[in-house]
């Protein structure tokens, strides 16, 4: 079964507002948490990445907030682009393997 | 330097019929992986290796076996498809030490069990 629990499943926004995509996740023993992101026909490709050291980690337009007492994670892509259109999974390490959830779709609306 | 590189990138099988799906990577990586993506399903393991001659089950390892001669192959098989193996397929591959860096996707491959 999953390990990862990702909402919602799909959403849609207006350029330049804000995506909010939520992961929770199992009892892990690796502190590691990224994002991918996946355009149609291609393979998904490392965004960003968080180690639950910190609460936060902003990459551009991109943050990850981390709840390590809640075991939660999200990803925030403000000021959404119609180049933002893409699927994104939240992941969680368990022994050597990744776990991902399953997948919330963003369509940004010009 | 091409990274990950699957084949083929379309496939139709009968029911019954077998088939290799090859992936390679040309990285050193010593950590390999398969994964099916089915529509709200995400992305699930199916087997993975760390390492030329160590390989072992991930979530839904039914139906498909795998092997690790080398490095740089890690090809997954279908021995008898089913349409439930109607999925895209991604393989993927990273360092073994670093097993909270990145995972690198090859670029998947469709295949339609009819």
């Known amino acids: 079964q999953q390990q990862v629990k990702q909402s919602p499943q799909s959403l849609i926004v207006q350029k330049g507002g804000i995506s909010i995509i939520n992961c929770a996740y199992e009892n892990t023993a690796f502190d590691y948490f990224p994002w991918y992101q996946q355009f149609p026909g291609k393979g998904p490709a490392l965004l960003i990445a968080?180690?639950?050291?910190?609460s936060e980690k902003k990459e551009g337009r991109f943050t990850i907030s981390f709840n390590k007492s809640a075991k939660q994670f999200s990803l925030h892509i403000m000021d959404s682009q119609p180049g933002d259109s893409a699927t994104y999974f939240c992941a969680a390490p368990h022994d050597y393997k990744l776990s991902f959830g399953a997948g919330t779709t963003v369509t940004v609306r010009a | 330097n091409a990274g990950v590189t699957q084949t083929p990138k379309f496939q139709v099988l009968k029911t019954g019929q077998s088939m290799t799906l090859q992936c390679a990577q040309d990285?050193?990586?010593?950590?390999m992986s398969w994964y099916r993506q089915d529509p709200g399903m995400g992305l699930r393991l199916i087997h993975y290796?760390?390492?030329?001659?160590?390989?072992d089950q991930g979530e839904v390892p039914n139906g498909y076996n795998v092997s690790r001669s080398t490095t740089e192959d890690f090809p997954l098989r279908l021995l008898s498809a089913a349409p439930s193996q109607t999925s895209v397929y991604f393989c993927?591959?990273?360092?073994?030490?670093?097993?909270?860096?990145?995972?690198?996707f090859g670029s998947g491959t469709q295949l339609s069990v009819l």
């Open positions: 290796s760390v390492g030329a001659g160590i390989t």
């Open positions: 993927a591959s990273r360092k073994i030490r670093d097993f909270n860096e990145k995972l690198f």
């Open positions: 990285m050193n990586h010593e950590y």
């Open positions: 968080i180690r639950p050291d910190v």
